[in-house]
């Protein structure tokens, strides 16, 4: 069995800073592309930011500059580095992952998510 574990989320005024960590266990071969999602009131789910597990990264223009992610092999985790943090960037953060628990079969994980306030 799979998890995906989000910590890190919280209340911060606008241009503080935040680290999420998402930790993925359970029988897992091997984890390909990592990434951040998130969803406001009234939105729909948006990508934040992904890496995949050679280090390439991509993320959305809202974010750019302000945000960085980041993965941990070893550990099988990802980080969302969140600097300047504005009001419109208050949600809930989602991880998920691309994980293959054996050579036949893998499939996208989702976790439960962590959520992130912003405001003063």
């Known amino acids: 069995q799979v998890q995906l574990v989000e910590s890190g989320g919280g209340l911060v005024q606008p241009g503080g800073s935040l680290r999420l960590s998402c930790a993925a266990s359970?029988?897992?071969?091997?984890?390909?592309?990592m990434g951040w999602y998130r969803q406001a009131p009234g939105k729909e789910r948006e990508l934040v930011a992904v890496?995949?597990?050679?280090?390439?990264?991509n993320s959305a223009d809202s974010v750019k500059g302000r945000f960085t992610i980041s993965r941990d092999n070893a550990k099988n985790t990802v980080y969302l580095q969140m600097n300047s943090l504005k009001p419109e960037d208050a949600a809930v953060y989602y991880c998920?992952?691309?994980?293959?628990?054996?050579?036949?079969?893998?499939?996208?994980?989702w976790g439960k998510g962590t959520l992130v306030t912003v405001s003063s």
């Open positions: 998920n992952a691309d994980i293959k628990v054996d050579i036949y079969y893998g499939r996208q994980y």
């Open positions: 359970g029988s897992i071969l091997r984890i390909n592309t």
């Open positions: 890496i995949t597990s050679g280090g390439s990264t």
